[in-house]
């Protein structure tokens, strides 16, 4: 069974600052990876898949990396704002089968 | 191009009673999911359609709860009776064929409808 965990729980940093999400999963057999970020009382919104071929993807100020052998991927946010304040999920898809595994999220704050 | 859209945003109903929440996915998709997160906890797969046909249901928590997609197009998720532990935010998510060449599977996901059974 696939489970997913993301360290820290919660951040705080003050602006400007560049930080990094770590999201690690138990079965590396993964189809793809993907980042969200979700605002108070929002839905997700993606912000970059990694398929289980590639090594990373950018996105402007945003770059996940993925090593699928050790199951871990990072999401790195380049010179932080305050508007980067959100909740950061990482979900994989495992194998064949179309669902998401989640994690439970890093709650980041960007203070000014 | 709109997004995925959910109905209602927000419902409060007793213990017992019946709800009906709808998904309209993007335009095309023939993708759509359904998932759910309980207080504290982690969102969790419910099910996935594939046109009209349920491709994974092996989310679904029992028998109270039914999903259908009419026509392969919006899809509701009823809740029949209702339970206290079926409160939550159930999201709906939809995405292209995932394994034609060339295409992309990331899941867009809606806004979410919040349930609290009283």
């Known amino acids: 069974k696939q489970e997913v965990t993301q360290i820290p729980a919660a951040l705080s940093v003050p602006e400007g600052e560049n930080l990094v999400l770590n999201c690690s999963f138990t079965?590396?057999?993964?189809?793809?990876l993907q980042w969200f970020r979700q605002d108070p009382g929002k839905g997700l919104t993606s912000l970059l898949l990694i398929q289980s071929s590639q090594r990373e993807q950018t996105s402007g100020r945003l770059n996940a990396s993925l090593d699928k052998s050790s199951g871990r991927s990072t999401l790195y946010i380049a010179a932080s704002q305050p508007g980067d304040s959100a909740t950061y999920l990482c979900?994989?898809?495992?194998?064949?089968?179309?669902?998401?595994?989640f994690g439970t999220g890093t709650r980041l704050q960007v203070t000014l | 191009e709109a997004g995925v859209t959910q109905f209602p945003s927000h419902s409060v109903i007793e213990k017992g009673q019946t709800v009906t929440l709808r998904c309209d996915p993007i335009s095309g998709h023939d993708n759509l999911y359904w998932y759910r997160r309980v207080m504290g906890k982690e969102i969790k797969f419910l099910l996935h359609?594939?046109?009209?046909?349920?491709?994974?249901e092996s989310g679904m928590p029992n028998n109270r709860f039914l999903a259908e997609r009419t026509g392969g197009t919006y899809s509701t998720l009823k809740v029949q009776p209702a339970e206290l532990e079926d409160s939550g935010v159930y999201f709906c998510?939809?995405?292209?064929?995932?394994?034609?060449?060339?295409?992309?599977?990331?899941?867009?996901f809606g806004p979410g409808t919040r349930l609290t059974v009283l």
């Open positions: 998510a939809s995405s292209q064929d995932g394994f034609s060449r060339g295409s992309t599977d990331t899941q867009y």
């Open positions: 359609f594939v046109k009209e046909s349920k491709q994974d």
């Open positions: 079965d590396s057999a993964i189809y793809n």
């Open positions: 979900a994989v898809r495992h194998g064949t089968a179309s669902k998401l595994t």
